[in-house]
């Protein structure tokens, strides 16, 4: 079951309409909708309201994209023979926001060929930065990694996750 639909179910069973989640919340009844048929999802503030508002837990509304999610990264470890410490960058690596993802690509790209292969053993891109450049971009992207982890614990902590 979506999360949408785990919306629904937790606002009927309430027995709130759309309209009045969406004022408890201090959204739109149109936002309400648009989580519920999964046209769009909330942000965390947003989550946070809802899962407040409808008196659930937040392992309620996850439950299932958690499951999916942890099942393929643990697929994906497996084909790529990971080391945990690899597992677990990919794992905080896929919970990033977009224009994190591409600052890290970018990042990374700068040290990749574009045309490598998945194992090959690669020689450094032909045009390296200057050192100071480099471990300051090292030290961006890292920096980057903690924050969003930090964020990550804060907000299952706080969603009993």
Request: charged residues 35%; aromatic residues 6%.
């Amino acid at each position: 079951m979506s999360i949408g639909k785990r919306i629904k179910q937790a606002r009927t069973k309430k027995g709130l309409t759309q309209a009045s989640l969406a004022q408890l919340i201090g959204t739109t009844k149109g936002a309400i909708g648009n989580y519920e048929n999964g046209t769009s999802h909330p942000k965390e503030p947003i989550l946070l309201k809802l899962i407040e508002a409808l008196e659930v837990d937040a392992n309620f509304l996850f439950q299932d994209l958690v499951r999916a999610h942890d099942d393929e990264l643990e697929k994906l470890a497996q084909r790529y023979n990971l080391s945990k410490d690899a597992k677990s960058f990919v794992k905080a690596f896929v919970e990033l926001e977009k224009k994190e993802m591409d600052a890290i690509i970018k990042f990374l790209g700068k040290m990749v060929p574009p045309d490598a292969e998945v194992g090959e053993e690669i020689e450094p891109a032909a045009k390296e930065p200057p050192p100071c450049e480099w471990e300051q971009e090292t030290e961006n992207a890292m920096e980057i990694i903690k924050e969003q982890a930090r964020l990550d614990k804060l907000f299952k902590r706080g969603c009993g996750l």
